[in-house]
């Protein structure tokens, strides 16, 4: 692929990305005036101009992006939950307040959210050496930078094993099935071959045979992502290979227009357009089939969703019923409603009136509640495996900790008997001043340094170079999902605790398993 590229327009991607960014920016404050006129939708934008102007004035940078990419990704996803709503609700001709009970408190706290991850990512990326530490050391001498073509087509083999047996699984995973979560945790193996179509990020030479098999092989996880009836699984493998595209780009200073015609973007943009409708009529479908998702195998729950899908009839029910429950927001004294944005993909990290929520329902029980304080003790007990805090003395039943943070925010203030166990969203500002009070400021910023520095151990510095692990690669989209507007600080806790260095060792077993049945390299073949 890189051989074929002869010449380059460099430096000038980021610089152009920023400039139409900020026509968005200011096309949006201009529409949200000009339409929705109040108080109320102008502290929105205000909140839109503080959380971009930090966004590209300190971190949106090739330095930053090259040499921490996937912490990088990770503080986008908190950076879009406070950008998207305001351009994402304009075109669908709402307010950026739509459906909101606590507006101001909303943009306020949530734009000192972000200024405090902010201050978390400022502190890891703006050391004064570059160097590596410990962490990043041991990885490298246990050859997680390493690349070879065979060991990812094993990899994603166990990947797509480990799909298929989930696809066979009738039930969710549930607390106590150490198998199955197992599996479910080498799901996202199964994109490991495609990093090869990426030669300078894999550091495999190019070859078109083997790009071509992984182009076969992606279509392939794509088709097989949507028996999950999972709107998350289904677009994983798309963005995997969109980060990874964009990473390549801005590795190699290679402008889009140097790789593609006008004529090829222009078609990319049409199909992306009308690809959105395609996905969201999937959305659709995977929803309607969702209530029997616990009753039936997966490869039944697919044919389900085909069927319901070549349905018309049923189609144009579904999208009118989903228009309806859109246009229809209710008061949250109600129950619990975070209806704000049609699209599911934008929505997953622009929904802002979750945060309106969350903090609607913490003024209510008030900061800093005990019950809130007991089930984060609880489930951060919870983030070890059984035997190990048997050995430690302390007893737990993970099974009565099957809900959230955001359905423990909502039973504690409303005593709704079947609040807990619905895995509502909840939201890191919302949840944090829930819990911790005021001091879920300094918890937050505490968490997230770590687990930002924790990411970065996935990048190394050798001889001037910059290496990116195998690991980090494959798992590149899970980095952009991690901290997106749903989570509570249990999250980053867990990945701290136990999420980065559970990951790191299975890779490194698997890998370690992988080499001893290989045959000798010079019997086999690189393709």
Known sequence: MTENIQIRRKGTSLQSVIKYIDIIVLLSVIGEIFFFPSWHNFAGCVMTVIVWLIFRNLFFKKRIILEHPFSFLAFSSLF?????????????????????QNPYETFFFQTLIFIVASLAFYAVVYRK???????????????????????????????????IKSLAVVNEVQYGDAGSKFLEGLLYLQYAPIIMFFPTLSGLPYNKLRSNLVIIYASFTFV????????????????????????????DNISIFSLLAPWKIGAIIFFVFFGLGFLSDISLAMLANRKIRNDVSRSELLDN???????????????????????????YSRGWDETYLNNFMI?????????????????????????????????????????????????????????????????????????????RVTSLVGDGLATFGYWCFPIVFVLLFLSFTLMDSLVVFKNGAILFSTLGLINIFGFLGIFRNSIGAIVPLAYILRGFWQQCFIFWLLVFIIKLVQLPKKKRRSF
Do not use: C
């Open 80 to 100: 879009l939950a406070s950008f998207i709503p305001l351009p994402a609700t304009l075109l669908e001709s709402k307010p950026i307040t739509y459906g909101f």
């Open 305 to 331: 969703t085909i069927e319901t899908m070549q349905n018309e009839k049923l189609m144009d029910k579904l999208r009118n019923t989903s228009i309806e429950v859109q246009d229809n927001v209710f008061s």
């Open 224 to 251: 097989l992502s949507f028996a999950a009836n999972s709107r998350q699984q289904m677009i994983y493998p798309i963005f995997t290979v969109l980060l990874l595209f964009i990473l390549y780009l801005i590795k």
């Open 347 to 423: 929505n997953r990290y622009g929904n802002a009136r979750v945060v309106d929520q969350t903090l609607y329902y913490a003024d209510k029980i008030g900061y800093g509640n005990k019950k809130m304080q007991k089930s984060f003790y609880e489930k951060t007990l919870a983030v070890y495996p059984l035997p190990f805090l048997s050995l430690l003395g302390i007893t737990i039943d993970k099974e009565e900790l099957e809900y959230s943070p955001g359905d423990k925010l909502y039973f504690t203030g409303t005593h709704t008997p079947s609040a807990l166990g619905g895995f």
């Open 129 to 163: 050496r570059r160097g590596n530490n410990i962490i990043q050391r041991t990885l490298y001498k246990l050859n997680f930078f390493e690349t070879e073509p065979s060991t990812l087509w094993i990899l994603g083999l166990v990947g797509l094993l480990a799909r």
